[in-house]
């Protein structure tokens, strides 16, 4: 857990410089992100309230029912407001089973991209196309912003021409993925702005190395060095300097660095 917050190589410095693998042992010893330190117990707390909620005072709780829900595709870009408006089906609800589009409209420059919409609508959404086509909006540059937990993340598409998506399924598995579209596990984490191999149902991911060039940049935060970040990465101490124009190795919280 503590991995999926903060990153793999920096809880792997952290045992390295605290000498555990003892999380409270860590978190005691200050070598532990702020954050990481506050999310593993807040996750246990849910955990153990979840599994038992009437000890903590959580009765009469009723499970909100997930729709039935079924890929469709529609022109893009366009508005999930727009779609909103033209089916009739609530912003609200398409903002809320669509959570990879995040920016409130759907990439640029792909003709069509899928979404989710409620099942029993998919038959009449696809019925309605060619009133969706009409809020399709012009001129909107080719750049898609990322961003993960607290990092400031920013992919840009450099030929999207040809590029190929893929919508993740229930069951789908990141090596799966990869092995059908014939790319391997590190090139498709690299293309998505992965940090780990866990992926969503309802995530689209980019499987295309050829048509799709992906530029990353990664601002520093508060205990980062840089060969740490050039690890986290797969890069080296002088590549990354070399990519950032750096004469020495000191960088500054806030920062916006190259790392591919």
Aim: glycine share 6%; proline share 6%; no cysteine.
């Amino acid at each position: 857990m503590a991995a999926y917050n903060a990153g793999e190589h920096r809880i792997l410095n952290a045992v390295m410089r605290g000498k555990s693998r003892d999380f409270w042992t860590l978190a005691k010893k200050g070598v532990l992100p702020k954050e990481t330190m506050d999310y593993v117990p807040k996750f246990l707390a849910a955990l153990a309230i979840g599994t038992e909620p009437e000890k903590y005072g959580f009765n009469e709780i009723e499970a909100e029912k997930y729709p039935n829900l079924e890929a469709v595709e529609v022109p893009s870009p366009i508005r999930l407001n727009d779609v909103a408006s033209v089916t009739g089906i609530p912003a609200s609800l398409l903002m809320k089973v669509n959570p990879h589009i995040k920016m409130g409209f759907t990439p640029p420059n792909t003709g069509s991209y899928e979404i989710w919409v409620p099942a029993e609508k998919a038959e009449e959404v696809v019925k309605l196309k060619p009133q969706l086509a009409k809020s399709i909006y012009r001129g909107v540059k080719p750049s898609v912003k990322m961003v993960e937990a607290k990092q400031d993340w920013r992919v840009t598409p450099a030929q999207p021409r040809d590029h190929h998506n893929y919508l993740v399924r229930k069951g789908d598995t990141l090596a799966a993925i990869a092995q059908k579209h014939h790319i391997s596990i590190g090139q498709l984490k690299r293309l998505n702005a992965l940090r780990t191999n866990d992926v969503f149902a309802g995530t689209r991911l980019r499987v295309s190395a050829k048509s799709y060039r992906a530029s990353l940049r990664y601002k520093v935060r508060r205990g980062d060095n840089l060969n740490e970040i050039a690890s986290r990465f797969g890069l080296t101490v002088d590549a990354i300097k070399k990519l950032n124009q750096l004469r020495q190795n000191k960088i500054y919280i806030g920062q916006t660095l190259k790392v591919n």
